[in-house]
T-cell receptor, first 114, second 113 residues
């Protein structure tokens, strides 16, 4: 089983629909992140959480919300999806105890909003 | 403004060639710079650099950081088709931004047989 699991892997949804992307991890890491990746723009941070009670906006949080249901679970919601939210979404984790050793990424969710 | 800029955006080389990828950054409290390789989906970790002038090596890949000139390079020697990927550079700022990375747009490398 993957250390960081994202569901669904692929999703097509209509404009205006609410959609949730889920992320769960078995690494025991305290920090979790949501990024989106667009061609030519790299990965951009949407939201991040350094522990269960801590939620922070990233550089492109408008139109998104998150919930840290447990240390191992971090979900991303699009309240009313729009076409420019079509992208590849990554969940990532990192561990305070090991310092800034970088992320462990999930396999990504490819979201298409039509 | 872009804080992490990678160049070139893409390149095509033949097997056996050497490639050099660049990552320049502009952050106020630099903590670390990481390189990732992204093939089909999730990026995978290559190197973490925190100190200037110390080369990190892993097989045919190597990387070095210049904190004075604010850039890093990633070298791939004797390239193989399996090196075809997007290479991402990410910079972590210290203080309040610890644990949060800013990514460059990536360099797409295509290695032809």
């Amino acid at each position: 089983d993957a250390d960081v699991t994202q569901t669904p892997r692929n999703r097509i949804t209509k404009t205006g629909k609410r959609i949730m992307l889920e992320c769960s991890q078995t690494k025991g890491h305290d920090r979790m992140y949501w990024y989106r990746q667009d061609p030519g723009l790299g990965l951009r941070l949407i939201y991040y959480s350094f522990d269960v009670k801590d939620i922070n906006k990233g550089e492109i949080s408008d139109g998104y919300s998150v919930s840290r249901q447990a240390q191992a679970k971090f979900s991303l919601s699009l309240e009313s999806a729009i076409p420019n939210q079509t992208a590849l979404y990554f969940c990532a984790t990192s561990d305070t105890a090991s310092g800034s050793y970088g992320y462990t990424f999930g396999s990504g969710t490819r979201l298409t909003v039509v | 403004e872009d804080k992490v800029v990678q160049s070139p955006l893409s390149l095509v080389v033949h097997e056996g060639d050497t490639v050099t990828l660049n990552c320049s950054y502009e952050v106020t409290n630099f903590r670390s710079l990481l390189w990732y390789k992204q093939e089909k989906k999730a990026p995978t970790f290559l190197f973490m650099l925190t100190s200037s002038g110390i080369e990190k090596k892993s097989g045919r890949l190597s990387s070095i950081l210049d904190k004075k000139e604010l850039f890093s390079i990633l070298n791939i020697t004797a390239t193989q088709t399996g090196d075809s990927a997007i290479y991402l550079c990410a910079v972590e700022e210290g203080a309040d931004s610890w644990g949060k990375f800013q990514f460059g747009a990536g360099t797409q490398v295509v290695v032809t047989p």
